[in-house]
């Protein structure tokens, strides 16, 4: 069995993954079995989309029941999940419009179509205001939009040429964006409150609040990807409701569906009339099966008080992690980040660790800056934290000095 699905997948898949250590076969709550039967403490959550951890009894219970009703309509048709998501989002984002994907990539080619869009209202002219403004070390997603608002050698490579009109300015240095926000050329500025492949870099309040200012100013879109710290991972629904600024439009995705493929993108007054019938669609977009999940993991943040045991949990959790990094400053140069989204920034290569913390019996995930990812499930205990950062207080002590 087990030699069976390794050597298929080495035969079979493309070889776009770097070939995976473990064949996982089971979850249940904050842990993963192999097809060994070995258990693992699951702190890599699917890069951040298990947010009810595995197999949560509401959420299996909510997609079997909507399983067994209705799938699929595509949207020719209305169908109630979907509405229903939409108002949910509504209470969590205020005035505007949800628009529903499949994945993060997806949410943020609607970002990059409402600031075309955008541009041609604002310019009165196709083609004329096309400029969009990111981050340095954002990830924004695989596809041609999301490659070109990601400025990275390593994404990019090979896929030249990508779209025109993006540049890049270091997070937090308001001076940097405010020379690259052209009134007149700039459509959109586009950027993650927290950094999440790039290293776990959170954007600065003030800054956020600046950026807001200066697109007001210059009437330019202020587009938020909350695809890997939203949903209640920063211990607010959105890691972005800490600055006070209003986005103009949310892509989210990753959390939201609890593990079903779901992406949305919110668009707020007076920009969400921008999209009319025909400018944009997805066969699979507002699928009832997807939305159902998506509401179940809302269902659940409520229910069990999700964003407040995070934030109460993260507090003494990040301690602790602070407490093991101190014990070998030769290893560990900062442990950033909010609520269940931390970012240990080794002064190594993070992926022997990654691998010495899996054989502990820890999954973590690999991210910039020599970052180790801890992205546990909102629903994991004070004592499963803690277990982490024993499990990687071990593997730091046992890691050979320099
Ligand atoms: C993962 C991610 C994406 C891309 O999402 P996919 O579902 O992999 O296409 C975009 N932006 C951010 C911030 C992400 O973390």
Aim: include cysteine.
């Amino acid at each position: 069995m087990a030699d069976d699905t390794a050597d298929l997948h080495a035969r079979h898949l493309a070889g776009n993954y770097a070939a995976p250590a473990l064949t996982l076969a089971r979850g249940e709550g904050s842990r993963v079995w192999d097809d060994a039967g070995r258990a693992y403490l699951d702190f890599s959550t699917g890069i951040a989309v298990n947010a009810l951890g595995h197999c949560h009894p509401t959420w299996v219970a909510r997609v079997r029941e909507q399983a067994g009703r209705l799938v699929h309509v595509s949207n020719l048709y209305r169908n109630e999940p979907a509405a229903r998501l939409a108002a949910a989002l509504a209470r969590r984002c205020g005035p505007g419009r949800a628009l529903f994907c499949n994945s993060g990539a997806e949410a943020n080619e609607a970002l990059l179509k409402l600031a075309r869009l955008h541009g041609r209202r604002k310019s009165g002219q196709e083609g004329a205001c096309v400029g969009v403004v990111v981050a340095e070390r954002a990830f924004h997603g695989r596809t041609f939009g999301g490659m070109s608002a990601t400025p990275q050698e390593k994404i990019q490579a090979g896929f030249r040429p990508l779209l025109a009109g993006f540049a890049a300015a270091p997070l937090n240095d308001l001076a940097a964006w405010d020379r690259l926000i052209d009134a007149r050329s700039t459509a959109a500025v586009l950027l993650e409150t927290i950094q999440g492949e790039g290293g776990v870099f959170p954007a600065d309040p003030a800054f956020l609040r600046g950026l807001e200012r200066i697109c007001r100013e210059r009437n330019v879109l202020l587009l938020i990807d909350e695809i890997q710290c939203g949903v209640g991972r920063s211990g607010a629904f959105f890691a972005f409701e800490r600055s006070g600024i209003r986005p103009d439009a949310i892509a989210m995705a990753k959390g939201l569906g609890g593990g079903f493929p779901i992406g949305a993108i919110w668009i707020a007054p007076p920009h969400d009339d921008l999209f009319q019938p025909g400018s944009h669609g997805t066969t699979f977009g507002g699928n009832p099966l997807a939305c159902a999940a998506a509401l179940a993991v809302l269902e659940v943040i409520e229910a069990e008080d999700l964003l407040d045991r995070v934030t109460g949990q993260s507090a003494v959790w990040h301690d602790r992690l602070r407490q093991v990094a101190a014990s070998r400053p030769d290893l560990v140069r900062e442990v950033r980040g909010a609520g269940y989204m931390v970012g240990v920034a080794l002064a190594v290569e993070p992926r022997p660790v990654v691998a010495a913390l899996r054989e502990a019996g820890l999954l973590a995930v690999p991210a910039g800056d020599n970052a180790v990812r801890l992205l546990p499930p909102l629903t994991a205990s004070a004592a499963e934290l803690a277990e982490a950062a024993d499990i990687l207080g071990r593997v730091l002590a046992d890691w050979p000095r320099a």
